[in-house]
């Protein structure tokens, strides 16, 4: 088997919703999908020009996947090794996985296992796994956040995350701030659990200390994004000085280089690898794993990115320190997103996944809607 070409799919649902798809092509009519969180012009292009990927993949065998990583990570790396090159990479990478296990039969968790230290997990590949549910936007209003954490707590989540908002959390006082959290504490009850996200909202470490000291009556399970992401420095006075664990990744953050100084430097208790930035499968579980050996969460970002929520689902069901892994639940729906994949990806009443056991990544482009959203790169 060979590949033969590789399709950029850009979607858009006009002011709701947008995705950039890769679609890895065979000449035995295999075909794997990806997703990058990025422009699709610039996608396509990196895919697309002259020493792009489309051409250092051409002819490849697509099951050699770690291989085929190595080859386009070292022929883009003048003009790539991080940033929007990494995310076009990953998202051909997990295509390649795609396509990998559909060709041995096999889901994907099947054929991406990775050794990490010694664990108390038995070494057997989950049957179900937890996301957390990012409502978003949170509500302008404390009734209308209090109705959308009331809906996501009906659909069975275990674990929610806030959203800072204009007016909202992280944007009025500490007062306010902590009038939102007792809200949602409230709203969710004692045994689920309240993750917020700051959006590198805060500008110094006071401010931030001021609110999630004052917070942590209400026990939020991590503070995301807290600072800007250059200030590692920061971020280590930061996770130094609290209790509540400090969180980051998503915003940029690529390759296990970068999350290796943002361990080491920031002192972060999570990382947070974006399935659809930060470099594919492979690259984040080798996150994971230096994670793990430090004593660190790792709970990928996906947001609203099904195909990347579907590969986050087989990362979870073979790594011990990832509890759980974004999941969308959006203000409005979109097509793009809950009617991007057959099947649909779906909680169960418990707030867990099923692990899929079908070939490759266990899910398919629904074409009806790409055929209805699709446009031009742009």
């Not at 798809?21 to 997703?35: A, C, F, L, N, S």
């Not at 996301?131 to 069975?156: C, H, I, N, Q, W």
């Not at 999630?212 to 420095?233: G, H, S, T, V």
């Not at 203000?331 to 418990?350: G, K, M, Q, R």
Request: charged share 20%; net charge negative; with cysteine.
């Amino acid at each position: 088997m060979k590949i033969t070409h590789i399709e950029t799919i850009a979607l858009s649902d006009p002011g709701v919703s947008s995705a950039t798809i890769v679609r890895v092509h065979t000449d035995e009519g295999i075909t794997g999908i990806g997703q990058a969180e990025s422009p699709s012009l610039v996608i396509d292009a990196i895919i697309r020009c002259a020493g792009g990927l489309q051409q250092v993949l051409y002819g490849e065998d697509p099951t050699q996947v770690e291989r085929l990583w190595q080859k386009m990570y070292t022929r883009t790396g003048l003009f790539g090794r991080r940033g929007v090159t990494i995310a076009a990479i990953g998202a051909v990478e997990t295509a390649l996985w795609d396509i990998a296990g559909q060709a041995s039969g096999k889901p994907v968790c099947d054929l991406v296992w990775r050794t990490f230290a010694t664990t108390r997990e038995r070494a057997e590949i989950k049957t179900k796994v937890t996301p957390y549910a990012t409502v978003y936007p949170p509500g302008a209003t404390l009734d209308e956040m209090k109705a959308r954490f009331e809906l996501a707590v009906s659909r069975g989540f275990r674990a929610l995350k806030l959203e800072e908002w204009p007016g909202g959390f992280g944007h009025v006082n500490p007062a306010h701030d902590i009038a939102i959290a007792a809200m949602v504490r409230d709203v969710i009850g004692p045994d689920r659990e309240m993750l917020i996200d700051m959006q590198n909202g805060w500008t110094e470490v006071g401010q931030a200390l001021t609110t999630i000291r004052a917070i942590e009556p209400y026990r939020p399970y991590f503070i995301e994004a807290p600072l800007p992401p250059d200030n590692l420095d920061a971020y280590a006075r930061l996770a130094d000085a609290v209790d509540t664990r400090i969180a980051a990744g998503d915003w940029g953050f690529s390759t296990r280089f970068e999350f290796e100084d943002l361990m080491t430097r920031g002192h972060v208790d999570v990382v947070q690898p974006s399935s659809v930035r930060s470099g594919g499968i492979s690259e984040i579980l080798h996150i994971a794993e230096s994670a793990f050996r430090r004593g660190l969460l790792c709970i990928p970002h996906a947001w609203s990115h099904m195909i990347g929520v579907a590969a986050e689902i087989h990362m979870a069901a073979v790594t011990p320190n990832m509890p759980y892994f974004e999941y969308p639940l959006a203000f409005p729906d979109s097509p793009v997103i809950s009617e991007l994949l057959e099947p649909a990806i779906t909680v169960n009443p418990d707030g867990t996944i099923d692990v899929p056991r079908r070939p490759g990544l266990g899910v398919r482009l629904n074409e009806e809607t790409v055929a209805r959203y699709r446009i031009d790169p742009c």
